[in-house]
């Protein structure tokens, strides 16, 4: 284990040393984690809290939404917008984005995200999460809008997950690497349990909604087939499989010791490229992954090179082991051709 040191010793650290992170964002950060601490005391207290169940609401992209994603929305934007790091926020549960109200001081970093991932794991006490991804503002015309927000992966100069599970860790990349803080629930503080985490570039554990299988593109049912032939097949070895329906517990396992991670295009709403939104979900899961050394594409490019379109944009997602998702994408190619 690293050396036992904070969040805030680790984002200073990384400010003198590499002189990546200015003060703007490492406050940014802080108050990120802040608030990912209190949606997981909110998440532990469960129904003696009144946060289970539905709001009896919907998203602007037609889901049901749980009181929790609500709430998590909630916390997320008022632990935000008075901090002055921040010109505005979009997030999976709003319709549009979150100007920083006049009243409060202006800054020029944009925060996106998906305030409470795994929504259909909550009432089941299944590990669930809280999604962020920062960008900086670029273009010097006055105010911001949506079209702020339109920028490819690459241009993020953070991001991150808070995983809620048997342990609550907060998970961090600023373009060096990526580490994980635990929750000390006693202390209230985040320490550096690891560093420099690296994904295998080879593994035997793949993540797909299996239940999709007759919907698949071809060269997803390839892929998976070769894997489910095991030692017989051209793989020569046998696969093990896992789905949590909480990206945040896939990729964190996936960080944890490799695998691969897939949720495809498939026939049943041909019109939409995925399921996982890019700009709150892929892209700053693909950052992570790239850090630790993995690959993520949506089959044909790399995720952080897209250019959105719109704000709540789908995406087809593969990620994890480089060696897997480079076939995973090999396999689109040789069937486009
Ligand atoms: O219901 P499915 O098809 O298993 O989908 C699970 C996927 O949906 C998601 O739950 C979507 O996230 P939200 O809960 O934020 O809508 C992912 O976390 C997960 O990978
Ligand atoms: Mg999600
Ligand atoms: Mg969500």
Same mark, same amino acid.
């Given at each position: 284990?690293?050396?036992?040191?904070?969040?805030?010793?680790?984002? %200073?650290?990384?400010?003198?040393?590499?002189?990546?992170?200015?003060?703007q964002l490492r406050l940014l950060i802080e108050v990120v984690?802040?608030?990912?601490?209190?949606?997981?005391?909110?998440?532990?207290?469960?129904?003696?809290?009144?946060?289970?169940?539905?709001?009896?609401?919907?998203?602007?992209?037609?889901?049901?939404?749980?009181?929790?994603?609500?709430?998590?929305?909630?916390?997320?934007?008022?632990?935000n917008?008075?901090g002055g790091h921040l010109?505005?926020?979009?997030?999976?549960?709003?319709?549009?984005?979150?100007?920083?109200?006049?009243?409060?001081?202006?800054g020029?970093y944009?925060l996106?995200?998906?305030?409470? !991932?795994?929504?259909?794991?909550?009432?089941?006490?299944?590990?669930?999460?809280?999604?962020?991804?920062v960008?900086?503002?670029?273009?010097?015309?006055?105010?911001?809008?949506?079209?702020?927000?339109?920028?490819?992966?690459?241009?993020?100069?953070a991001?991150?997950?808070?995983?809620?599970?048997?342990?609550?860790?907060? %998970?961090?990349?600023?373009?060096?690497?990526?580490?994980?803080?635990?929750?000390?629930?006693?202390?209230?503080?985040?320490?550096?349990?690891?560093?420099?985490?690296?994904?295998?570039?080879?593994?035997?554990? =793949?993540?797909?909604?299996?239940?999709?299988?007759?919907?698949?593109?071809?060269?997803?049912?390839?892929?998976?087939?070769?894997?489910?032939?095991?030692? !017989?097949?051209?793989?020569?070895? !046998?696969?093990?499989?896992?789905?949590?329906?909480?990206?945040?517990?896939?990729?964190?396992?996936?960080?944890?010791?490799?695998?691969? =991670?897939?949720?495809?295009?498939?026939?049943?709403?041909?019109?939409?490229?995925?399921?996982?939104?890019?700009?709150?979900?892929?892209?700053?899961?693909?950052?992570?992954?790239?850090?630790?050394?993995?690959?993520?594409?949506?089959?044909?490019?790399?995720?952080?090179?897209?250019?959105?379109?719109?704000?709540?944009?789908? %995406?087809?997602?593969?990620?994890?082991?480089?060696?897997?998702?480079?076939?995973?994408?090999?396999?689109?190619?040789?069937?486009?051709?």
């Amino acid at each position: 284990m690293p050396k036992k040191i904070s969040l805030t010793q680790y984002l %200073v650290e990384q400010q003198r040393e590499h002189g990546r992170i200015p003060s703007q964002l490492r406050l940014l950060i802080e108050v990120v984690a802040r608030a990912c601490k209190h949606i997981a005391i909110a998440v532990n207290k469960g129904a003696l809290g009144d946060v289970m169940g539905s709001a009896g609401s919907e998203n602007v992209q037609g889901e049901v939404q749980k009181k929790l994603d609500i709430i998590s929305n909630e916390v997320l934007i008022e632990a935000n917008e008075w901090g002055g790091h921040l010109a505005a926020m979009a997030s999976e549960e709003m319709d549009t984005i979150h100007v920083v109200p006049n009243r409060y001081p202006q800054g020029e970093y944009l925060l996106l995200f998906d305030p409470l !991932d795994g929504s259909s794991n909550i009432d089941v006490n299944v590990s669930i999460g809280t999604i962020f991804s920062v960008l900086k503002k670029v273009g010097h015309h006055h105010g911001v809008d949506e079209s702020d927000f339109l920028q490819a992966g690459k241009n993020q100069v953070a991001a991150g997950y808070c995983i809620y599970g048997s342990q609550t860790m907060l %998970v961090l990349t600023v373009g060096d690497g990526v580490a994980m803080f635990t929750l000390d629930r006693e202390m209230g503080s985040w320490v550096l349990t690891s560093e420099n985490v690296q994904i295998p570039a080879d593994t035997k554990e =793949f993540a797909i909604n299996m239940s999709n299988q007759r919907h698949w593109a071809p060269p997803v049912t390839r892929y998976i087939d070769e894997c489910l032939q095991g030692k !017989d097949g051209p793989r020569g070895k !046998d696969f093990n499989m896992r789905w949590v329906a909480s990206m945040v517990a896939d990729v964190h396992r996936i960080l944890s010791r490799g695998g691969v =991670f897939m949720y495809p295009w498939d026939k049943r709403e041909p019109e939409k490229a995925g399921k996982l939104r890019l700009l709150y979900e892929a892209n700053p899961m693909s950052f992570l992954v790239e850090q630790a050394g993995g690959m993520a594409t949506n089959g044909r490019q790399r995720i952080m090179d897209l250019q959105p379109t719109r704000l709540h944009e789908r %995406v087809a997602v593969f990620l994890g082991s480089k060696n897997e998702v480079e076939r995973a994408t090999a396999y689109h190619a040789e069937s486009d051709a």
